[in-house]
T-cell receptor, first 114, second 114 residues
Framework: KAGVTQTPRYLIKTRGQQVTLSCSPI?????VSWYQQTPGQGLQFLFEYFSETQRNKGNFPGRFSGRQFSNSRSEMNVSTLELGDSALYLCASSQRTSGNYEQYFGPGTRLTVT | ELKVEQNPLFLSMQEGKNYTIYCNYSTTSDRLYWYRQDPGKSLESLFV?????AVKQEGRLMASLDTKARLSTLHITAAVHDLSATYFC??????????????FGQGTILTVHP
């Protein structure tokens, strides 16, 4: 079974621009969660989507948004980029059914904002 | 709000020695995960602990969960250089308003010296 894939793997953007990151979950997984990892704040939860619905959201400003498509693929968007948005963005997929809640992480997208 | 705390945050070990990383969490949960992260890489799942008293072992690593004490441990036996990495514990409240959200500890940076 193929693992979680994320594109692009690396991205350099300028302050004020916007960016879209993509995540394809493991086949059959309907839940996709997104996390931001920075040296200062560690790993922080952004949001979770299940069957195209956002069910949970972390404490991030409205500039951070996401969506999920009918094939469970997910995108996250960051508008009006700030220097502090430079981070490793990780997505994780899980079945979240039948008591199986384990999350499998993708390779991440390294975003650098200059 | 769930808080997850690891200690120590930095661990410098000699090869061949034993040590334990502790993970304390503030809210009752019986779903705890341990991940490993190498520099610049994503999270690799090590252990899934789903019940009180659960113990899992893989090679030189052994993880346990005490839900009553809200404590998990990751024990390293006879450390080798290849174990050098950052180790995270993460708690999943599995439902309620915590859909798809893992709350991570700060991470323990392990360095194994010859």
């Amino acid at each position: 079974k193929a693992g979680v894939t994320q594109t692009p793997r690396y991205l350099i953007k300028t302050r004020g621009q916007q960016v879209t990151l993509s995540c394809s979950p493991i086949s059959g997984h309907r839940s996709v969660s997104w996390y931001q990892q920075t040296p200062g704040q560690g790993l922080q939860f952004l949001f979770e989507y299940f069957s195209e619905t956002q069910r949970n959201k972390g404490n991030f400003p409205g500039r951070f948004s996401g969506r999920q498509f009918s094939n469970s693929r997910s995108e996250m968007n960051v508008s009006t980029l700030e220097l502090g948005d430079s981070a490793l963005y990780l997505c994780a997929s899980s079945q979240r059914t039948s008591g199986n809640y384990e999350q499998y992480f993708g390779p991440g997208t390294r975003l650098t904002v200059t | 709000e769930l808080k997850v705390e690891q200690n120590p945050l930095f661990l410098s070990m000699q090869e061949g020695k034993n040590y334990t990383i502790y993970c304390n969490y503030s809210t009752t949960s019986d779903r705890l995960y341990w991940y490993r992260q190498d520099p610049g890489k994503s999270l690799e799942s090590l252990f899934v602990l789903l019940s009180n008293g659960a113990v899992k072992q893989e090679g030189r690593l052994m993880a346990s969960l005490d839900t009553k004490a809200r404590l998990s441990t990751l024990h390293i036996t006879a450390a080798v250089h290849d174990l050098s990495a950052t180790y995270f514990c993460a708690v999943d409240l599995a439902g309620g308003t915590s859909y798809g959200k893992l709350t991570f500890g700060q991470g323990t940076i392990l360095t194994v010296h010859p």
